[in-house]
C-alpha cells in the first residue's frame, strides 16, 4: 500500500505559478513511477504528467513546455511545477502512483491521492 497526500494548490492569476508536492508513505517510493492528473469540473479526468523511477518524464501536449515533473526519492515526494498557468488550467489536481512504468492512462495507476484544488483566475 502506499498513501499519497497532494499539497501547494490555491488561487493564481493567469500567468502565474504554482508548485505542487504529494507526499508519499508506505512502500518504498523510488520503486513507483509517479503521475500528475487533473479534473475539470463537469470533464473527466485527464493525464498532466508522469515520471519513471528513473527520473524519464512524459506531458500532456496542453502542459508541454510550461509544467515540470520531478521526484526526491529521498524524500518520497513528487513535485509538479506549474509555470504560465491559464485559466483552463484550473481543476483537481491527483497524484497517483503506478508500480509499472510511467504512463497517461488513468488505469495504469494503483494508487491515488485526494488531490488538491488548483484555480487561475484571468
Known amino acids: 500500500q502506499v498513501q499519497l497526500v497532494e499539497s501547494g494548490g490555491g488561487l493564481v492569476q493567469a500567468g502565474g505559478s504554482l508548485r505542487l508536492s504529494c507526499a508519499a508513505s508506505g512502500r518504498t517510493f523510488s520503486s513507483y513511477a509517479m503521475g500528475w492528473f487533473r479534473q475539470a469540473p463537469g470533464k473527466e479526468r485527464e493525464f498532466v504528467a508522469a515520471?519513471?523511477?528513473?527520473?524519464?518524464?512524459i506531458y500532456a501536449d496542453s502542459v508541454k513546455g510550461r509544467f515540470t515533473i520531478s521526484r526526491d526519492n529521498a524524500k518520497n515526494t513528487v513535485y509538479l511545477q506549474m509555470n504560465s498557468l491559464k485559466p483552463e488550467d484550473t481543476a483537481v489536481y491527483y497524484c497517483?502512483?503506478?508500480?509499472?512504468?510511467?504512463?497517461?492512462?488513468?488505469?495504469?495507476?494503483?494508487?491515488w491521492g485526494q488531490g488538491t484544488q488548483v484555480t487561475v483566475a484571468s
Open positions: 497517483a502512483a503506478d508500480e509499472g512504468s510511467a504512463r497517461s492512462r488513468i488505469y495504469d495507476y494503483d494508487y
Open positions: 515520471i519513471s523511477r528513473n527520473g524519464g518524464s
